[in-house]
């Protein structure tokens, strides 16, 4: 969520300053607003989180030896990139102590993530590698971007480096679709949508780090757009599943998209490039509108929001990496075998359902021996 309306932010704000959609018009106020509503989108996820570490610490750090789940602790910090670079005032008046302090946790997790690619065994890439892994890469090409506008230009460009290089690998891995490889369920197929991402915002890095939209940007862009084509193309890997959170990975990546159209349309400036620039646009802000008004809808009104996550289930007790790769590859035809296949699953459903409710998880504890924690507030017979 705090991608996909920070990303927003800074699209106006581009729509706004870039010589291709100047006839367009953007008043400021629409920056303005939509940059303070990330603010305080953003300060409202941390703290629920925040509260969830402090409270339900166990959970946080399941998630963190989670082959899909791990990935996403890079999103916070690519939000608070978009926000600064989203800012209504210009961002080479930002102290550049800002972009260190975002970009230290971002070269951590890279050392984790990338390290345990090449040569961890249960965790390396040729295992654990789906689409989720984008975020992992696109954080690099975030902050070079940001740190290249705010002046900087060693950095940026050793993080332009890194990123190119591990999504190169990525890229190839998520192709070839090893048999080791994880296997999304149908619920996460929006995820699928970041592949548009990472090729889209590195063609904006180079832009900024180069300081024009030369021909290293457009290799880029335009395997960012044929991506993205060959995505919408494929309706049937898109539907068939119920709305949830992950539907929100389709907004990012189009932002991402049409913010890489409009600085193209800088550079080649026709009829043409602007229409394509003005549409991708139009198609991004739609999306973002109306995935939060279903969220707004499925939250407030059938309040249905957090079902049972059996697809990503974190277990209380830390089961061995090898099973959780198990659980997803069988989870990808139908949810109920990842169910079933989960170890002691018949004996512990006997004592109880799934739940997320603390009290109701503690006094299962002394009776069931591994028990998967719910995502949601309906619970699931067996």
């Not at 890469?137 to 480096?161: S, T």
């Not at 063609?203 to 995505?231: C, D, H, P, Q």
């Not at 249905?304 to 209380?316: E, H, M, Q, Y």
Request: charged share 15%.
């Amino acid at each position: 969520m705090c991608l996909g309306v920070s990303s927003q932010a800074m699209l106006w704000k581009t729509l706004q300053t870039e010589p291709s959609t100047k006839f367009l018009h953007v008043h400021p106020v629409v920056n303005h607003v939509l940059w303070w509503v990330s603010v305080a989108l953003m300060g409202v996820v941390s703290i629920t989180y925040l509260l969830k570490i402090v409270f339900y610490f166990e959970a946080v750090r399941r998630e963190f030896h989670h082959p899909v789940r791990v990935n996403f602790f890079f999103a916070p910090w690519i939000a608070c990139l978009f926000l600064v670079k989203g800012l209504p005032h210009p961002v080479w008046e930002i102290h550049h102590a800002v972009w260190y302090v975002l970009m230290a946790p971002i070269l951590c997790l890279d050392l984790k993530i990338y390290g345990q690619w090449m040569s961890s065994g249960e965790r390396r890439l040729s295992k654990v590698a789906n689409p989720s892994n984008h975020l992992a890469v696109v954080g690099n090409f975030v902050g070079a971007l940001l740190g290249a506008r705010m002046g900087l230009r060693e950095l940026p460009i050793f993080f332009f480096a890194v990123g190119l290089a591990h999504y190169v690998v990525l890229f190839v891995t998520l192709y070839q679709r090893l048999p080791t490889n994880v296997q999304l369920p149908k619920e996460l197929h929006p995820v699928f949508f970041l592949f548009v991402a990472a090729p889209s915002v590195a063609s904006m890095a180079w832009t900024r780090i180069s300081g024009e939209f030369n021909n290293g940007a457009k290799l880029l862009y335009f395997v960012s757009l044929f991506l993205y084509v060959s995505l919408v193309v494929r309706v049937n890997l898109f539907r068939g599943f119920r709305f949830s959170l992950s539907w929100w990975a389709y907004t990012f990546p189009m932002t991402s998209v049409a913010l890489a159209t409009v600085l193209y349309a800088s550079e080649v400036d026709n009829m043409l490039t602007r229409a394509l620039a003005v549409g991708l646009s139009g198609i991004a802000v739609v999306t973002v509108t109306s995935v939060l008004a279903t969220t707004m809808y499925h939250a407030f009104v059938r309040k249905d929001l957090f079902p049972n996550d059996v697809s990503i289930a974190i277990t209380r007790r830390r089961p061995k990496f090898s099973k959780i790769l198990a659980h997803l590859r069988s989870s990808g035809s139908d949810v109920m075998e990842l169910v079933l296949s989960i170890p002691n699953f018949s004996s512990n459903s006997k004592q109880g359902a799934y739940s997320d409710d603390a009290g109701s998880n503690s006094r299962m504890s002394g009776s069931v021996g591994e028990s998967p924690v719910a995502h949601g507030h309906r619970r699931t017979e067996c």
